[in-house]
């Protein structure tokens, strides 16, 4: 079974420019969360999704955005992208059955490392 | 490495010993608790979990406490191994899993190191 595929794997923009990455969870989960890794805030909560519905967010500006298709699959943007920007952003998936399942069943890919210049 | 200038308590130990590392949680809310495990250069590998509910759950070779008193929940792993040099987070659920939504928020990190 596939783990969750996370493209590219490494990307350089400038400041200004705005990215998409791209998520594909493992087969047959529904719920796909996005974080943000940097050597000074550490993991951080961008946005879940669920059934193609963002059903929480963290405190990031508006330039992050997200979205999330009918196969699951998901993407988020960063537009007018900052230097601060620079960091490694992890997909997890799971599987998400309903009520009481538990976050632990969080499967994370190797994260888009994102270099702003 | 994607961890270069990152400040994170280290814990180094000897092959073979027993390893603890330790995490303070703020939320006192919060009902579900993970330990990560990330490996350089990849990305976070679920450990253990413990619901509030539970003061200790073990799992192959590793030991979740959880002290709700004090907010402070701790990683033991017995037997240290060559292959358990990471990262190890640990991660608070701060949406209730009632409601089956999930944020997790992690903690710094520590990095443990193994001496052969």
């Known amino acids: 079974k596939a783990g969750v595929t996370q493209t590219p794997r490494y990307l350089i923009k400038t400041r200004g420019q705005q990215v998409t990455l791209s998520c594909s969870p493992i087969s047959g989960h529904r719920s796909v969360s996005w974080y943000q890794q940097t050597p000074g805030q550490g993991l951080q909560f961008l946005f879940e999704?669920?059934?193609?519905?963002?059903?929480n967010k963290g405190n990031f500006p508006g330039r992050f955005s997200g979205r999330q298709f009918s196969n699951s699959r998901s993407e988020m943007n960063v537009s007018t992208l900052e230097l601060g920007d620079s960091a490694l952003y992890l997909c997890?998936?799971?599987?998400?059955?309903?009520?009481?399942?538990?976050?632990?069943?969080?499967?994370f890919g190797e994260g888009s490392r994102l270099t702003v210049l | 490495g994607e961890s270069v200038g990152l400040h994170l308590p280290t814990l180094s130990v000897q092959e073979g010993d027993n390893s603890i590392i330790n995490c303070a949680y703020s939320n006192s809310a919060s009902d579900y608790f993970i330990w990560y495990k990330q490996e350089s250069g990849k990305g976070p590998q679920f450990i253990i979990d413990i619901r509030s509910n539970m003061d200790k759950r073990q799992g192959q070779r590793v030991t979740v406490l959880l002290n709700k008193t004090v907010k402070h929940l701790s990683l033991q792993i017995a037997a240290t191994q060559p292959g358990d040099s990471a990262v190890y987070f640990c991660?608070?659920?701060?949406?209730?899993?009632?409601?089956?939504?999930?944020?997790?928020?992690f903690g710094q990190g520590t990095r443990l190191t193994i001496n052969p």
């Open positions: 999704y669920f059934s193609e519905t963002q059903r």
């Open positions: 991660a608070e659920n701060i949406s209730p899993i009632i409601q089956g939504a999930q944020k997790l928020v």
């Open positions: 997890a998936s799971s599987l998400r059955s309903g009520a009481g399942v538990m976050a632990g069943e969080l499967f």
